[in-house]
């Protein structure tokens, strides 16, 4: 599939060199050839290509988007989706690792009101981006879970699709305001790791007994 990036910074490199890897053709959605992520994305992946942010999407089967959540306004202003699924894998993070939105509504439901011909899916947003990278768990009998939301049955299919080339398993959580607790696992995972000393490539499974 064509995969286009908004934001190709830690966490937008590390899906988009796995999924190149995995036979995808990445496209670097970037309106300033002069940001230093985008240059260091393009010189570590020379098969990355770079368009404008909205050929980019024209281009595409499929965007993610990987800014930080105080840019998704500026990031997505005036870009038409025409109805392309939209990965978001942003998080709003307020003070102390609390929720941004102070847990009135989740992020994604505020990146559905900003590309409103979208359909938005989130995903990659709860584990750091070093799973993404590298999400091989040997010795385990069961894959790293992703958990995803979204109002779109056909878009969840796609990005389930994504999942599965990148060895997760799709847990599909329901609606995209869902989306406010998985931003609150995503809190859990960043205290437990990045405060509270676990290790960073550790990630949750999903595990049902079948009767
Ligand atoms: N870090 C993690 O482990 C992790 C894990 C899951 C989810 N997240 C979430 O994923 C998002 C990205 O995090 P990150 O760690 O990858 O951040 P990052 O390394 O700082 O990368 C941010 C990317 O967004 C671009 N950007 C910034 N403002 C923009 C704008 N107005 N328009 C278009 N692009 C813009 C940056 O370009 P420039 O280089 O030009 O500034 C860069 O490519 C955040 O919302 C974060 O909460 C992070």
């Known amino acids: 599939m064509k995969l286009a990036f908004i934001g190709i910074g830690k966490?937008?490199?590390?899906?988009?060199?796995?999924?190149q890897k995995k036979g995808h053709q990445i496209i670097v959605a970037g309106n300033n050839p002069d940001s230093e992520s985008v240059k260091k994305a393009l010189a570590e992946c020379s098969?990355?290509?770079?368009?404008?942010?909205?050929k980019a999407v024209d281009a595409a089967d499929m965007v993610f988007l990987a800014t930080p959540f105080n840019a998704n306004e500026a990031a997505l202003q005036g870009i038409a989706f025409q109805g392309k699924t939209l990965v978001d894998c942003t998080n709003p993070v307020g003070p102390g690792i609390s929720h941004g939105l102070r847990?009135?509504?989740?992020?994604s439901e505020l990146v559905q009101e900003?590309?409103?011909?979208?359909?938005?899916?989130?995903?990659f947003s709860i584990y750091g981006f070093e799973n993404f990278a590298d999400s091989a768990?040997?010795?385990y009998d069961v894959k790293p879970a992703m958990l995803i939301a979204g109002n779109d049955a056909a878009a969840k299919q796609q990005v389930a699709a994504i999942n599965t080339?990148?060895?997760?398993?799709t847990v599909d959580t329901g609606a995209l305001s869902q989306a406010l607790h998985l931003e609150h696992m995503t809190l859990?995972?960043?205290?437990?790791?990045?405060?509270?000393?676990?290790?960073?490539?550790?990630?949750?499974a999903y595990?049902?007994?079948a009767l």
Do not use: N, Y
């Not at 966490?11 to 999924?19: C, D, E, K, T």
């Not at 098969?47 to 909205?54: E, G, K, T, Y």
């Not at 859990?188 to 949750?204: D, E, I, Q, S, Y």
């Open 207 to 209: 595990l049902e007994k």
């Open 47 to 54: 098969d990355f290509s770079l368009l404008p942010v909205q």
């Open 188 to 204: 859990l995972w960043v205290k437990m790791v990045r405060a509270g000393g676990h290790h960073p490539h550790f990630t949750w």
């Open 114 to 123: 900003l590309a409103p011909d979208a359909k938005v899916v989130k995903a």
């Open 165 to 169: 080339d990148m060895g997760f398993e």
């Open 11 to 19: 966490v937008g490199f590390a899906i988009a060199s796995h999924l």
């Open 103 to 107: 847990s009135e509504c989740s992020g």
């Open 137 to 139: 768990f040997p010795g």
